[in-house]
């Protein structure tokens, strides 16, 4: 099944470029970097260590200043950080003294100043569930393992009605039992809502199981976009007919193979 054929374009990277100044001349990380993504398709981005996914992300996320060109949401330009971009990050830099439930309102109270307090706590509450956390509404973040604690992260990402989910490593730091199952709860929340997501992985099975497409990145510097693949395995998804499907490892063996050289 082909994905997302009409769809209008939600996020656009055009020519972006960035470079760190440096006493021996400019580092150039990211040089003709060009990228669109529809409305509602999940990208992930893949590549060797140091070839800029991360600084790529932190561009789109308006946290890092782009040296050329420019990216655009909705065909807007944008102009530093902004509600519309909400990051999942590797760790998920939570209050401690606050609970799950107050961590999440705060992007809520935000992005929402006219709605109710009531109405806001449902929306906070909403997510929290999705991501399985129903029963912690109020446990302290400080209490919570690293896994419910990027459960927060999660679910104060998409608690913010963002334009783009841009998630950087979400799953890094967390072991691998976890992490399956946080791809799991992140493709059954995403699957809901369908918002526009890009994340950057290490991890090919990972690329495979959550995107439309992935995008291959060449080494740095001057790093750009080095080859496409389209995921065309029918949603919703399930980890053991994914991973039971012929295609699967057509796909693995294709990012390898560009991975390898």
Same mark, same amino acid.
């Given at each position: 099944?082909?994905?997302?054929?009409?769809? +209008?374009?939600?996020?656009?990277?055009? =020519?972006?470029?960035?470079? !760190?100044?440096?006493?021996?001349?400019?580092?150039?990380?990211?040089?003709?970097? =060009?990228? &669109?993504?529809?409305?509602?398709?999940?990208?992930?981005?893949?590549?060797? /260590?140091?070839?800029?996914?991360? %600084?790529?992300?932190?561009?789109?996320?308006? #946290?890092?200043?782009?040296?050329?060109?420019?990216? #655009? @949401?909705?065909? *807007?330009?944008?102009?530093?950080?902004?509600?519309?971009? *909400?990051? @999942?990050?590797?760790?998920?830099?939570?209050?401690?003294?606050?609970? *799950? $439930?107050? =961590?999440?309102?705060?992007?809520?109270?935000?992005?929402?100043?006219? *709605?109710? %307090?009531?109405?806001?706590?449902?929306?906070?509450? !909403? !997510?929290? /569930?999705?991501?399985?956390?129903?029963?912690?509404?109020?446990?302290?973040?400080?209490?919570?393992?690293?896994?419910?604690?990027?459960?927060?992260?999660?679910?104060?990402?998409?608690?913010?009605?963002?334009?783009?989910?841009?998630?950087? &490593?979400?799953?890094?730091?967390?072991?691998?039992?976890?992490?399956?199952?946080?791809?799991?709860? $992140?493709?059954?929340?995403?699957?809901?809502?369908?918002?526009?997501?890009?994340?950057? %992985?290490?991890?090919?099975?990972?690329?495979?199981? $959550?995107?439309?497409?992935?995008?291959?990145?060449? /080494?740095?510097?001057?790093?750009? @976009?080095?080859?496409?693949?389209?995921?065309?395995?029918?949603?919703?998804?399930?980890? +053991?007919?994914?991973? &039971?499907?012929?295609?699967?490892?057509?796909?693995?063996?294709?990012? #390898?193979?560009?991975?390898?050289?």
């Amino acid at each position: 099944m082909e994905v997302l054929t009409e769809e +209008k374009i939600m996020l656009e990277c055009r =020519n972006l470029k960035k470079a !760190y100044p440096t006493p021996k001349g400019d580092f150039v990380v990211l040089e003709g970097f =060009n990228l &669109e993504v529809k409305e509602k398709e999940f990208v992930s981005i893949i590549g060797h /260590s140091g070839c800029g996914k991360s %600084t790529l992300l932190t561009m789109i996320a308006g #946290l890092n200043d782009i040296s050329k060109g420019s990216v #655009l @949401v909705s065909d *807007a330009p944008i102009e530093g950080a902004g509600p519309d971009r *909400a990051v @999942v990050f590797q760790s998920p830099s939570l209050f401690p003294w606050m609970t *799950a $439930l107050e =961590n999440v309102l705060i992007g809520v109270k935000q992005v929402f100043p006219h *709605a109710t %307090t009531n109405q806001r706590n449902e929306i906070c509450k !909403y !997510y929290l /569930s999705k991501v399985g956390l129903a029963d912690s509404f109020n446990k302290k973040a400080r209490d919570l393992s690293q896994g419910m604690k990027q459960r927060v992260g999660i679910a104060r990402a998409f608690a913010l009605k963002p334009k783009v989910l841009l998630l950087d &490593e979400p799953f890094g730091m967390l072991d691998s039992m976890t992490r399956v199952e946080l791809q799991d709860v $992140l493709i059954d929340v995403w699957s809901k809502e369908k918002i526009t997501a890009i994340m950057v %992985t290490h991890d090919v099975d990972e690329a495979i199981f $959550l995107s439309d497409r992935v995008i291959m990145m060449t /080494s740095g510097p001057y790093a750009k @976009v080095g080859d496409v693949a389209h995921i065309k395995l029918e949603r919703p998804r399930e980890r +053991k007919t994914v991973i &039971e499907h012929p295609d699967f490892y057509k796909y693995r063996q294709h990012l #390898l193979t560009f991975l390898d050289h």
